[in-house]
């Protein structure tokens, strides 16, 4: 059993559309090998990170930067898990009231500095909310749950 770990912030009726959608994707029938936890950057762990194959990562963007408490994850797993995640595979979605760069820089910097690998483009949804931005979070979970159980990552 592969073991994906999924985290999000999700502080707005829409953002949990995009949890939801995001999860569907990953469980979606044809995806049978594929154990998940889902939960919030708070609730997440360092040994929650260091029992996972891959990691899908969603935030909002909050003042142009990722939301806090992802900051707040990274600080707390920084240095447990920098020599023991190394290689990791990882996807992630950005909510963006703006453009969504700085946010997408700012993880980019963080995730190269622990030596994940970001395993697809990463997904700005940017703008006023529009029900197809599930529909791509969907697909993002999907292709990534995929491609984590045959291996190709």
């Known amino acids: 059993m592969v073991k994906l770990l999924f985290l999000s ?36 762990s360092a040994e929650d990170l260091m029992a996972c194959d891959g990691i899908i990562l969603g935030t909002t963007e909050n003042f142009g930067y990722m939301a806090g408490l992802m900051k707040d994850f990274f600080e707390r797993i920084y240095y447990p898990c920098l020599e023991k995640t190394q290689a990791l595979p990882c996807a992630l979605y950005i909510r963006a009231g703006l453009d969504g760069e700085g946010s997408k820089v700012a993880i980019g910097k963080i995730l190269t500095g622990l030596k994940w690998k970001l395993v697809q483009e990463t997904l700005i949804l940017h703008g006023e909310y529009q029900k197809s931005f599930e529909d791509d979070v969907k697909e993002l979970g999907m292709n990534f749950a995929a491609g984590l159980e045959a291996g190709i990552y």
């Open 9 to 44: 912030h999700c502080p707005s009726p829409n953002t949990k559309a995009l949890r939801d959608a995001c999860l569907t994707g990953i469980q979606h029938p044809e995806i049978n090998n594929i154990e998940v936890t889902s939960c919030d950057y708070l609730s997440a």
